[in-house]
């Protein structure tokens, strides 16, 4: 089963794509990790997208398509789950060209729908494990009294460099413009359904679950 969480930054899709890597042994596709990382490791390619990043503007279809394209040639595992892409409606043509080239099928479209309040909040207050990844909220998740991760044990805890209001009003910006025309896409290609992104997480793992059993 392949599948694309599609929200805002902030709706959950890290979140709850860990859950389905977890319990369904499903493969995370996040665009935005394999950028952060050739970015931190320094190659050519982090170079290029760094200061693309840090102002919260998108990277070229043409970068990200070919970091699809690489790991859907990898092991399938239960499945892929595309967290943070397709970000356009170009990324998504390319999508469906790729996976059919690989004999597979896109089998569902979530959409995690919260509303702005909430996000620009939510990502005010997040951090992610260092070791493993695992997300926390100031507010929500706040990470353990004694200072390690409950998932690894880890200590270390990191702050998105695009965590910041100013960019963040440019990431909400680029997904109203340019993601957002993906829900009448899907939904016209019969893929769409819809959760509530702003439940407790627990709920909002539920609702996903229904509509991949259904
Ligand atoms: P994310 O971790 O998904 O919030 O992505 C972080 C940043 O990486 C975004 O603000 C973009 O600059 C870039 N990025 C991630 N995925 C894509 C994509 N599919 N298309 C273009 N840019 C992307």
Redesign the pocket.
């Known amino acids: 089963m392949n599948i694309i969480l599609l929200g805002p930054?902030g709706a959950g899709k890290g979140t709850q794509a860990r859950f389905l890597c977890e319990e369904r042994d499903m493969i995370q596709l996040?665009?935005?990790?394999m950028?952060?990382e050739a970015k931190d490791s320094g190659t050519e390619m982090g170079k290029i997208?760094a200061d693309?990043?840090a102002r919260?503007?998108?990277?070229t279809?043409e970068i990200?398509i070919g970091l699809i394209r690489e790991k859907l040639k990898g092991d399938k595992k239960g499945g892929f789950i595309f967290?943070?892409?397709?970000?356009?409606l170009a990324?998504a043509d390319a999508l469906s060209e790729l996976l059919a080239e690989e004999g597979e099928t896109l089998d569902a479209v979530i959409e995690m729908r919260v509303d702005d309040e909430a996000l620009v909040s939510r990502i005010k207050a997040r951090s992610t494990c260092g070791g493993c990844g695992d997300v926390y909220n100031d507010n929500t998740k706040p990470i353990p009294e004694d200072g390690k991760c409950s998932n690894c044990g880890g200590t270390e805890f990191k702050r998105r460099a695009?965590d910041n209001e100013e960019s963040l009003k440019q990431?909400l910006m680029?997904y109203y413009k340019k993601t957002s025309p993906l829900i009448g896409y899907y939904h016209a290609k019969g893929l769409l359904s819809s959760v509530d992104g702003l439940g407790e997480i627990s709920a909002v793992k539920a609702d996903i679950a229904k509509v991949l059993d259904a």
């Open positions: 930054p996040s665009t935005g990790d950028l952060r997208v693309v990043m919260g503007e998108l990277v279809d990200v967290d943070g892409f397709p970000r356009t990324q695009d990431r680029e």
